[in-house]
């Protein structure tokens, strides 16, 4: 059975500890948390009437579990979708919210189901997941996690700034790919060759 709070615990593994990266659109983070998401939830921590990167710094690991189990799994219903998705979904939700639901619907329209791009779990996609898992439950895990790895790529094309998560100091895989990758089989993992040759137009 699927341990979302392990899910969830790795989740802010993965994120790490305070950040403030002017880079970053969401802003103060803390734990995966932005202070965007903060200040929609109201959590003035220090309860000096504001919502700022203060209340970021004073966020638990404790806090962002609950958060991220209550507005990243719960709420947008991922528990609807197959089982063997549901951990690299709520795993792209964290990073990049309705974004991570409509690379599936995106997947699943491509695979002939007729589902609505809009971002929101309902009976139609988790239906058509469902549907789509009992017919190729591996290939449709690795096919999500390589649309989300190409999601990161269009990101980083099209946005100067965030190439960085793209592409490491030392040009090899950056955070983006790594994260993305951890949910696809190794035998679709990049090669350094293959990865290069993608990012070579970045300069």
């Not at 932005?34 to 220090?46: I, N």
């Not at 609807?80 to 951990?87: G, I, K, R, T, V």
């Amino acid at each position: 059975m699927l341990d979302v709070r392990r899910i969830a615990q790795a989740i802010i593994a993965r994120e790490g500890g305070y950040v403030n990266d002017p880079d970053d659109p969401g802003g103060a983070t803390n734990h995966g948390v932005t202070l965007r998401t903060m200040r929609r939830l109201g959590l003035d921590l220090d309860r000096d009437g504001d919502v700022d990167a203060d209340d970021v710094r004073r966020l638990s690991r404790a806090q962002a579990q609950n958060i991220f189990l209550t507005n990243y799994f719960k709420r947008p219903k991922i528990d609807q979708l197959p089982e063997q998705l549901q951990a690299s979904v709520f795993d792209m939700y964290v990073n990049s919210g309705a974004n991570a639901v409509k690379i599936l619907q995106r997947l699943l329209r491509q695979m002939g189901h007729d589902v609505s791009v809009d971002g929101v779990i309902g009976p139609q996609t988790a239906g058509a997941a469902q549907t789509a898992a009992l017919s190729a439950p591996d290939l449709l895990t690795d096919a999500y996690g390589i649309a989300r790895r190409n999601y990161y790529f269009r990101l980083a094309d099209a946005r100067p700034a965030s190439r960085k998560y793209a592409r490491s100091r030392s040009g090899g895989k950056g955070g983006w790919i790594k994260r993305a990758e951890e949910f696809i089989s190794p035998r679709y993992h990049l090669s350094s060759t293959e990865f290069l040759e993608r990012v070579n137009k970045w300069g």
